[in-house]
């Protein structure tokens, strides 16, 4: 009988392709080549300013899969989630109430593998934004060839006005709603945005109670319960591999490259403390509460002390201050830079999507932007800054180092065996690197930009699945010219 370790409806077991940890961790590496180019061309589609946000990930989708002749009813299949969940999740409050959140499970594609996604707890975590990092999820992991599809999952909650107690309800209450939706070869969480290792040690207590002990259920758990190493720092550890690569292949000196980072949350502080160590020049930060800026360098060090102690990093001593970003009104009207709008030469967004869109694009002055938020830059302003002349490096690119180390504990817990750090950092270094490398040479043969080509990567390699599968057309996936 089937089960969740063969192909559906037969006894055929499914076949795992592990990631063996590099021989060559020793080797010297080749400088990086291929800069990340601008196209002079640029489509002459303009997006709208008011896609929602499952649009403007299609968006970029559509244009990949135009310049590929995809079939329109291949597109079809892939514009939508294969599975929405919508689930609620009734918890009992301190005080004696009884509250009601809403969660969201959605499946995008599983054509190369079981579906992976995290799990974001946030205020604005509705349906339509879950869908649309389900789909990023599904090129991202695409792009750097890992076997897995595309999921993602969230609660609208604020996790941080509520006791731990609750917390820890709302994150038992969501997974056992999900819990037939998931299991090791059908659909892995992670941790994302509001949530932690913490979080999914519930989540794989919780599952666990139901269908026994399952470790590879989630990825980014603690080291005790089957975590991997350097998965916590993993995604602002690749984010730094890839502005080293950029910087590399454009000729710039990182002790001369200003860095900004909007964000310093998990993924912010990591990209900051690996970009200082790299050279960079940290010229601002900034978080919720607002942000800090010093032209000659912050001490990253000092900051996330200060960060430890207060909770946040505005009033860091001998920083400047700056005002917290604010995206604009719906008119157009700016209300303030904030970080945005500092002088620097690349700008890291690391919190919030959207943060860059039709009402504040103007005041980017940065060259580079290198997206370690999930779709930080709206398609119009995305639209309008390509043909400015700014290089843009996709999430679905730059924080992917997330995602690879996931599958690197997925693959831990599978075979029951530990990698050294030293094996995890070399094997994300390789995949993450070969998967940019692969993305600017192709940028650069075809003259479209970096997140054209990226989505064209990832785009390629899930409709030649569903061909596989025998999921397309009579007539084939592309159009017959």
């Known amino acids: 009988m089937a089960n969740e370790n063969t192909v559906p409806g037969s006894d055929v077991p499914i076949a795992i392709r592990f990631a063996e940890p590099s021989q060559e ?29 499952s649009d403007g990930a299609n968006f970029f989708f559509l244009q990949a899969a135009r310049h590929l002749g995809v079939n329109s009813e291949v597109v ?10 919508h689930v609620e999740i009734p918890v009992h409050t301190e005080d004696g109430h009884l509250r009601v959140y809403s ?9 190369r593998g079981p579906y992976k996604g995290g799990v974001r707890f946030h205020p604005l975590a509705d349906l339509d934004e879950v869908r649309a990092l389900a789909a ?65 040690a519930w989540m794989m207590d919780a599952y666990g109670k139901r269908y026994g002990y399952a470790p590879g259920i989630v990825t980014g758990k603690p080291i005790a319960m089957g975590g991997s190493y350097g998965r916590t720092e993993a995604t602002g550890r690749g984010v730094s591999l890839v502005v080293r690569d950029t910087l590399e292949t454009m000729g710039r000196d990182p002790a001369k490259t200003r860095v900004a980072i909007q964000g310093f949350g998990n993924v912010g502080s990591y990209s900051a403390k690996y970009l200082r160590e790299l050279g960079c020049p940290i010229v601002a930060i900034s978080d ?26 505005v009033e860091m001593p001998g920083a400047d201050p ?31 999507g959207e ?40 999430d679905i690119v730059a924080n992917a180092g997330g995602v690879l180390v996931s599958y690197f504990e997925w693959t831990q817990n599978i075979q029951q065996h530990r990698w050294s750090l030293e094996q995890v950092n070399s094997e994300l270094e390789r995949m993450l690197c070969d998967a940019y490398t692969n993305v600017r040479k192709l940028a650069h043969d075809e003259g479209v930009a970096v997140r054209t080509a990226a989505f064209i990567v990832g785009v390629e390699r899930v409709v030649e699945a569903l061909e596989l599968r025998g999921l397309v057309p009579a007539n084939g996936a592309y159009h017959k010219d």
């Open 25 to 53: 961790s020793l080797a010297v590496r080749p400088p990086a080549e291929t800069p990340p180019v601008v196209p002079t061309d640029v489509d002459a589609d303009v997006p709208s300013k008011t896609f929602s946000s």
């Open 76 to 85: 079809e299949l892939l514009k939508n989630p294969w599975r929405e969940l």
């Open 103 to 111: 969660g969201f499970r959605v499946q995008h594609s599983g054509a």
């Open 136 to 200: 990023l999820m599904t090129w991202k992991t695409s792009i750097v060839d890992i076997p897995f599809g595309g999921a993602k999952g969230g609660v609208q909650i604020d996790p941080r006005s509520i006791p731990t107690s609750e917390l820890q309800q709302v994150t038992r209450g969501y997974l056992e709603n999900i819990a037939h939706l998931l299991g090791v070869y059908r659909d892995v969480a992670a941790p994302d945005m509001g949530t932690d290792a913490q979080t999914m």
């Open 288 to 313: 919720l509460r607002g942000g800090i800026h010093d032209a000659d360098g912050l001490d990253i060090d000092a900051v996330i002390e200060h960060v430890a102690r207060t909770g946040s990093v």
């Open 322 to 352: 700056l005002p917290a970003d604010d995206t604009g009104d719906t008119d157009g009207t700016q209300v303030s830079p904030g970080l945005l709008g500092v002088d620097c030469d690349v700008l890291i967004p690391a919190a919030l």
């Open 355 to 394: 943060v860059i869109n039709a009402s504040n694009w103007q005041i980017v002055q940065a060259p580079i932007i290198i997206e370690a938020a999930n779709h930080p830059v709206t398609p119009y302003a995305d639209y309008q800054l390509t043909k400015q002349g700014t290089v843009i490096v996709p």
